[in-house]
């Protein structure tokens, strides 16, 4: 009941968050500081597009492709033009490794450009060939993380994941041929689908567990509203009940062989780089429909691959929108971010905000204290048992939030 409520409460803030409308012209502000902050480059390009994804993407075109690596590389030259400099990357998709000499020779530019020291890089079960893992490993890569999902060969199949990147066997037996090339392999996976029962979920944690990667990241079935309708149609209507067992699930199977590094990535000790959201206060979004969060500003670009190519063409940054956060907004993503990385620090937050810290964060405090979500351990909050589970929930309702304005913009009238 608890955690309907929260994810109610939730729902509505975010939605509220991401309302871009009425910001005036879109702008970056200029960094201000030297501050650690981290470059997210969105490669929006997939073989074939799975149901329930509502990050952008669009299917492989091989010219098209070609020239939005080139567009994604001026535009990294526009944020150094600004002063910025960035610790790390992280590349998402879409696929970032559909071209990988593209891909390479970006990494290549960044690091040229800016004091990068971390280095993570999204991929799927198919692209773990010899010739894309040498070229990442020459790259640079500290961290791969693998889009398995599940290593049910029935749920691939709904998915539409078997025919593209194999059985489950085949996708396992990938996964341990590049164990160990890099500092930290992560699987990406997803529970709570629809037809999943607990003895799937033990499945595919007894393969993880018996291969051994550094590092699960264990997300809830997240479906916006515009996906809805297909997910339904092809993989059932979520339960969000079951999605609180089987959480409850993974965490005593995995701790402790291996520890929290997010409400819902669990890693060895060695493992680094998970949410760059939680370990960068800041973070540039580059590439068709990224989303970045800079100076309390949060933007996006235009989700229009062809404008975005367009735009960076004629010298400009290609957004879309910007929001200004209020103080609250930005003390209150601080809490849900940091807290998500299971502790928070309050003399940082005190000495970043001031006495507004304690002022506008009291009631939240107080009420996750109340519920027996958040502990003191002198000097750090952090989340009990229970409040691992509720911070799931409201990143889960976070990133639909996100979702939903993707679609927004993505549809005729939102543009």
């Known amino acids: 009941m608890i955690n309907s409520i929260i994810a109610v409460r939730a729902r509505s803030e975010f939605s509220r968050a991401m309302r871009f409308e009425g910001g005036g012209a879109p702008r970056v502000p200029p960094p201000g500081d030297d501050r650690p902050r981290l470059l997210y480059l969105h490669i929006p390009f997939c073989e074939r597009l799975c149901p329930y994804c509502s990050f952008n993407r669009f299917v492989f075109e091989e010219k098209l492709c070609r020239d939005y690596f080139r567009a994604l590389r001026k535009e990294l030259l526009l944020y150094r033009a600004l002063g910025y400099d960035f610790g790390g990357i992280y590349v998402g998709g879409g696929t970032p490794t559909v071209l990988i000499d593209e891909l390479t020779e970006t990494i290549a530019l960044a690091k040229s450009s800016f004091h990068i020291g971390e280095l993570s890089v999204e991929t799927n079960p198919n692209h773990l060939t010899e010739d894309r893992l040498t070229a990442l490993q020459q790259a640079g890569v500290n961290r791969l993380s693998v889009g398995v999902q599940s290593f049910d060969d ?32 992560n699987a990406d996976m997803i529970f709570n689908f629809p037809t999943q029962t607990p003895e799937m979920l033990d499945r595919d944690l007894d393969i993880l567990l018996s291969i051994g990667v550094d590092q699960m990241t264990w997300y809830p079935l997240m479906v916006s509203d515009a996906t809805r309708r297909k997910v339904t149609e092809t993989l059932g209507r979520v339960d969000f009940r079951q999605e609180e067992r089987f959480y409850h699930r993974i965490a005593g199977r995995l701790v402790p062989a291996y520890r929290f590094s997010s409400a819902w990535c669990f890693s060895r000790e060695k493992a680094m780089i998970d949410e760059y959201i939680v370990d960068y206060d800041e973070y540039a979004g580059l590439g068709s429909g990224s989303i970045g969060y800079l100076g309390g500003v949060c933007y996006a670009n235009t989700f229009d691959v062809r404008d975005y190519i367009a735009r960076i063409e004629r010298d400009e940054l290609p957004l879309l929108a910007s929001r200004d956060f209020s103080l609250r907004e930005r003390i209150r993503y601080d809490f849900l971010m940091k807290l998500f990385g299971t502790r928070l620090h309050v003399a940082e937050l005190r000495k970043k905000y001031g006495g507004a810290f304690r002022r506008l964060l009291a009631p939240d405090l107080l009420a996750f204290f109340l519920i027996g979500a958040l502990a003191w351990r002198p000097p750090e909050i952090v989340l009990t048992g229970r409040g691992r589970y509720a911070w799931v929930v409201l990143m889960r309702e976070f990133f639909t939030a996100v979702n939903n304005f993707r679609d927004y913009c993505r549809a005729p009238a939102g543009r």
């Open 154 to 185: 029935g749920l691939l199949g709904k998915m539409d994941r078997y025919d593209k990147y194999g059985s489950g066997t085949e996708i396992a037996e990938r996964l341990r041929n590049a164990l160990g090339r890099f500092g930290t392999l």
